[in-house]
């Protein structure tokens, strides 16, 4: 993969962004608690191969593609409102709060958006720190933390800030704030800075190393980033040293944490020639491989678009009728991100 730039349609690098991540989430839905061994024993030598079933059905999400939809329409209700995107995501959270809190009951849905519909309504696992960050109901910033977390869960689900923000320094601080309204450590908010601005690189054309180059410089330039970034870099010489495989990945990290998270991401992307191969790739280790498919498949997706991936994994992922919806409202929200529009609000 090299670093040029890369010609696909704005609306399919967004489609691609947010369908690539649900994949890689569905994927890594099976064997997310799963030690390697474990997977292998289970699924084969090669560990799954494409959905298998988890929740019922093969091709189910989790809880990451839903705080991600959310994030998405957060930004949505800023722009509809003319408000402060940094509230309404804040907003858009307590809705997912409320679907992870209470079994759907038509009578008490909202109206309209993405909690009127009851298959968002389905409990997946959600994370304890935004659950309780969320319950407690103050958001944090950067500058004001709510906890000490560095958990993935900031990381995993902002990638819709990248795709809808004017240039990289604004990518870069409204991921970190985005983040920082559950996480307060900054390897929670760092690494989703970091990962906003490579996917509003990725949009902007830029080859899958440049985006990430981009991500890292952000990350160092921050006076709180260099663990950051020394992941980053951690994870480029990973891959620069040869094929990376789940026995490498679990000699490096787990993704539990949001920089170990982005950092593996990085490594099964890096040198990849086949999308589909580092998706795999990403869910085949020991640790937490729905949010590291997750956050592969959103690079991935926002550099090559929809078409790089397996067609029947993108007919099959749970939710596919609701991710080209939000991706079609963004891209009529968010025209563009060279031309000096984003979102409204402060988020940092």
Not at 57 to 80: C, H, K, P, S, Y
Not at 98 to 122: D, H, I, K, N, V
Not at 166 to 187: F, K, M
Request: with cysteine; charged share 20%.
């Amino acid at each position: 993969m090299g670093t040029g730039a890369v010609t696909v349609e704005r609306l399919d690098r967004i489609r691609g962004c947010l369908l690539g991540g649900a994949i890689g989430d569905a994927l890594g839905a099976p064997t997310e608690f799963m030690s390697l061994n474990a997977i292998e024993a289970r699924y084969g030598p090669g560990g799954v191969t494409g959905f298998e079933v988890e929740y019922g059905r093969a091709g189910n999400i989790t809880d990451d593609t839903q705080m991600t939809l959310f994030t998405a329409e957060g930004l949505l209700d800023a722009v509809a409102a003319g408000g402060d995107s940094r509230l309404a995501i804040w907003q858009a959270y307590q809705r997912w709060y409320l679907t992870q809190t209470a079994a759907y009951r038509a009578e008490e849905a909202p109206a309209e958006g993405l909690a009127s519909r009851p298959e968002m309504w389905a409990s997946r696992a959600p994370g304890m720190t935004c659950m309780g960050s969320i319950r407690r109901g103050v958001p944090g910033t950067p500058n004001e933390p709510v906890n000490d977390s560095k958990g993935c869960g900031g990381v995993m689900r902002v990638a819709p800030v990248g795709l809808a923000v004017a240039d990289s320094a604004q990518a870069y601080r409204r991921g970190c704030g985005a983040a920082a309204l559950t996480h307060g450590h900054p390897g929670g908010w760092v690494s989703a800075g970091a990962m906003a601005v490579m996917v509003n690189q990725a949009m902007a054309g830029a080859g899958l190393e440049d985006a990430v180059i981009a991500g890292r410089d952000a990350a160092l330039a921050d006076p709180e980033g260099s663990e950051v970034a020394g992941w980053i870099d951690a994870a480029i010489a990973l891959a620069d040293a040869g094929p990376v495989d789940g026995r490498r990945i679990d000699d490096f990290g787990a993704g539990w944490v949001g920089d170990e998270a982005l950092a593996i991401a990085v490594a099964c992307s890096w040198k990849t020639v086949d999308v589909n191969v580092a998706m795999l790739v990403a869910v085949n280790h020991s640790g937490d491989t729905d949010s590291t498919g997750s956050i592969t498949g959103q690079l991935l997706g926002a550099v090559h678009g929809t078409t790089a991936f397996r067609p029947d994994w993108v007919e099959q992922v749970e939710l596919r009728d609701i991710i080209n919806d939000i991706a079609e409202r963004l891209d009529d929200a968010y025209p563009s991100t060279t031309d000096g529009s984003g979102v409204d609000g402060e988020l940092s």
